[in-house]
Nanobody
Framework: QVQLVESGGGLVQAGGSLRLSCAASGRLFSAYAMGWFRQAPGKEREFVATISGFGGTTGYADSVKGRFTISRDNVKNTGYLQMNGLKPEDTAVYYC?????????????????WGQGTQVTVSS
């Protein structure tokens, strides 16, 4: 099992960019698919993006396609979420997650680990 710690959140104006990082500790980071989720106040946690263990497969929620890019560096044991063209509706706490497959992550099944979350606030 891996332990996950997010960073990189903050306050940004609409149209701006942020890059979130998810640092993993533990063995065999590349054995895990990774994903990003977000949860706005009063709303359920929703899927944002996922990437396979070696980065060959990615998937995105329709709401972020073309604006967000997920990536990972298995040497640094870190995953990333590059967020461009941010909108006020992207405001949420963002969580990274690890699981066995991108399909399981996208469907919120059998998540092995969660990070503690990082706040992203987009002002209009």
């Amino acid at each position: 099992q891996v332990q996950l710690v997010e960073s990189g959140g903050g306050l940004v104006q609409a149209g701006g960019s942020l890059r979130l990082s998810c640092a993993a500790s533990g063995r065999l980071f590349s054995a895990y698919a990774m994903g990003w989720f977000r949860q706005a106040p009063g709303k359920e946690r929703e899927f944002v993006a996922t990437i396979s263990g070696f980065g060959g497969t990615t998937g995105y929620a329709d709401s972020v396609k073309g604006r967000f890019t997920i990536s990972r560096d298995n040497v640094k044991n870190t995953g990333y979420l590059q967020m461009n063209g941010l909108k006020p509706e992207d405001t949420a706490v963002y969580y990274c997650a690890a699981g066995a497959t991108t399909d399981q992550i996208q469907n919120l099944r059998s998540i092995s680990s969660w990070g503690q979350g990082t706040q992203v606030t987009v002002s209009s």
